[in-house]
């Protein structure tokens, strides 16, 4: 009989969450291999670990400690070459990615890997009213006679800023599944730039985001932001870090819309963004003492 071929390897795997100033173990130590053909359920009572043990293997929550290997290959980061290559390196730091670290360990198609979201933010920020077509259309869709706050955060110099998740609870990558509220009659996508801040609060990288939002809840009173903005699955980044070579320069953004088939639905073309007016937002943020941020505007 031939030997098993070893798929998923979990060694030492361990998860620790920070609620405050107090460590929540929610795994810790697991080991095991899960071979081809095989069938494999984690059972344990509630609170034991066995949703943040999955979320590890698909890649939605990064381990504090141990190791995931699918077919071999572990966790890592990799610089795109070419359109649809990637040079995997020897860790899974993007932020040291960026700043050139790490060595090429091999080459892969870009269809061979399953992308992971391309940073794990302790927090994501959002702003809102930050064009004038997004003022007019708030302004227009609001049922009450607080509509003027609009206006009033559009002309102020602090911009309206919402926290849309943290620690990634709510956030999806690449090919994930975003979700809908099932109270709300109009779900909207927002696709968005999103600056990668720093530990300082710099931008030291972008990247792509999308702001799921209930945009009959958030009209119906601007109170009910929160409910409008945050909820499972309502969030969206990646699938990739691009460092801009002038922060100061116009970037060009590309939008493409494709229906269920894959097909083109609509091209609206190519845009200029001024990336600093982001930059202006994001000085209003706070980073946690030695993390990076995810802002979005």
Sequence with gaps: MPARRTRIVL?????????????????????FEIFDREFVAIVGPSGCGKSTILNMLGG??????????????????????????????????PLAAIRGEGEVTGHWDLDQLHLCPPIRAPEIWCAGVTYER??????????????????????????????????????????GAIRVRSDSRWMVPEPELALVLGAGGEPVAVTIGNDVSSRDIEGANPLYIPQAKIFAGACAIGPALAVPDDWDAPFPIRMRIVDAGGDDAANPGVAGLGLRAGDRAAGFVEPQAGRGELFRQ
């Design 11 to 31: 060694g030492d795997l361990a998860k620790t969450f920070r609620d405050g100033d107090r460590a929540v173990v929610a795994v810790e130590n697991v080991s």
């Design 134 to 175: 997004s003022r007019d259309a708030r302004l227009e869709e609001a049922e009450t006679e607080a509509r003027d706050v609009y206006s009033l955060v559009y002309e102020a110099d602090r911009p309206e800023l919402f926290m849309k998740d943290a620690h990634m609870l709510r956030t999806v990558g690449p090919g």
């Design 60 to 93: 939605l929550v990064t381990p504090s400690a141990g190791r995931v290997e699918i077919d071999g290959v572990g966790t890592r980061v990799g610089r795109v070459e070419g359109e649809d290559v990637v040079a995997l390196l020897d860790h899974d730091d």
